[in-house]
């Protein structure tokens, strides 16, 4: 594969050099990101307009669907990092939106749940979002979006597969 080098980088000359790699913009990873970022796009001012930042409406949303559960476990369903999280709540618990105990079972645990006001939150967003998905559905088309999600749990399970079999845990994700 030839890739140019940057202008600059080495004198005034594009160099081309050659990687044994798909172009960079071509990788999965990096067309995912893209296609997050155009979807994040449409919902960041809505969530900007009511104080939250994807994060947060991430957990509210992941709260939302459960009664409680363990903040090790919201960590692993919001794809959020334990420190990251840990900010987070603190900011959701100081703005009321989110309850926080200590886990009966194992005093060393806590267990979150969204507070009566975070509810309260979502059912003002939500109408918002509902319409950003309408629209997003409505140029895209109601198929395709569901064909798009049913490939992206193929892959999502696929790779899991994958990653059984050739040994690896979450952790080395």
């Given amino acids: 594969m030839t890739q140019k080098k940057p202008a600059g980088s ?3 000359h594009p160099v081309e050099r050659r990687i044994p790699m798909r172009d960079f913009s071509k990788s999965l990873p990096m067309s995912l990101l ?3 970022e155009a ?12 104080g939250l930042t994807e994060q947060q409406w991430r ?6 669907a459960v009664d409680t559960i363990e903040v090790t476990e919201l960590a692993r369903v919001a794809f959020l990092l334990g420190p990251s999280l840990s900010r987070i709540l603190r900011d959701l618990e100081a703005r009321q939106l989110i309850e926080r105990r200590t886990a009966k079972a194992d005093l060393r645990r806590s ?3 969204i507070s009566q006001k975070g509810v309260k939150l979502i059912e003002l967003v939500a109408p918002t979002s509902e319409a950003i ?3 997003i559905t409505q140029h895209c088309g ?3 979006l569901a064909e798009l999600q049913d490939m992206l749990v193929l ?7 994958l990653a059984v079999k050739n040994g690896a845990s979450s952790e080395d994700e």
């Fill in 142 to 144: 109601a198929q395709k």
């Fill in 59 to 64: 957990i509210l949303r992941a709260l939302a």
């Fill in 111 to 113: 267990v979150v749940s």
């Fill in 39 to 50: 979807v994040m796009k449409q919902f960041r001012p809505s969530l900007r307009r009511h």
């Fill in 34 to 36: 893209r296609a997050r």
């Fill in 133 to 135: 998905y309408a629209a």
């Fill in 155 to 161: 892959l999502e399970d696929s790779l899991a597969a």
């Fill in 10 to 12: 080495e004198g005034a």
